[in-house]
């Protein structure tokens, strides 16, 4: 598969719990993004990464959300005490300088349910 | 802040005839991209056509074209000869220029084609 792939594709979680989402990006690409795309808006830009590094958050990420991508692989998006406006979907996608003029590559997506 | 807006939340066209979503979008930057994404039902997001701002031509890929009015912050998609498979949510997104990477979306606007 040379796609972006994310697991789980949907959640359910009560208030007040944690959700972990994972992102694996296509193999070659060292650029990867997090959107959060509530329903029937545009997707907001949460956070990207170079390699490992963490190269820009956006406001929107308070401190109950954190994201890793250890090995410059794979990524993880963490969120803490989850709220009921937490719930939308959580894009990932993966891009490659140099290549297709840096395009976006768009994973599936995790929609996340908070009761 | 960059903002972008799509000022038709829906669409509709027949099936083989031709339609314009709009997209206005504000910035004081005179390097940027801007974009036409598709997110089909359920489906990922993928490009459809991307605009370089330096560039006085209009993108075009195959059925899909720009009007880039730049002095007017204008930037609608035409899709000729509309086909089923063209359904979907549309969204404008901008792009900084100057390696930045984020992309701003706008809100949307959901197409159907009827038969």
């Known amino acids: 598969d040379t796609g972006v792939s994310q697991n789980p594709r949907h959640k359910i979680t009560k208030r007040g719990q944690n959700v972990t989402f994972r992102c694996d990006p296509i193999s070659e690409h060292n650029r990867l993004y997090w959107y959060r795309q509530t329903l029937g808006q545009g997707p907001e830009f949460l956070t990207y990464?170079?390699?490992?590094?963490?190269?820009?958050k956006s406001r929107l990420l308070s401190d109950r959300f954190s994201a890793e991508r250890p090995k410059g692989s794979f990524s993880t998006l963490e969120i803490q005490r989850t709220e009921q406006g937490d719930s939308a979907m959580y894009l990932c996608a993966s891009s490659q300088p140099g290549q297709a003029k840096n395009e976006q590559f768009f994973g599936p997506g995790t929609r996340l349910t908070v009761l | 802040a960059q903002t972008v807006t799509q000022s038709q939340p829906e669409m509709s066209v027949q099936e083989a005839e031709t339609v314009t979503l709009s997209c206005t979008y504000d910035t004081s930057e005179s390097d940027y991209y801007l974009f036409w994404y598709k997110q089909p039902p359920s489906r990922q997001m993928i490009l459809v056509i991307r605009?370089?701002?330096?560039?006085?031509q209009n993108a075009t890929e195959n059925r899909f074209s720009v009007n880039f009015q730049k002095a007017a912050k204008s930037f609608s998609l035409k899709i000729s000869d509309s086909q089923l498979g063209d359904a979907a949510m549309y969204f404008c997104a901008y792009r900084r220029g100057g390696g930045a990477q984020k992309l701003v979306f706008g809100q949307g606007t959901r197409l159907t084609i009827n038969p």
């Open positions: 605009q370089e701002a330096y560039k006085q």
């Open positions: 990464f170079q390699n490992e590094a963490q190269l820009e």
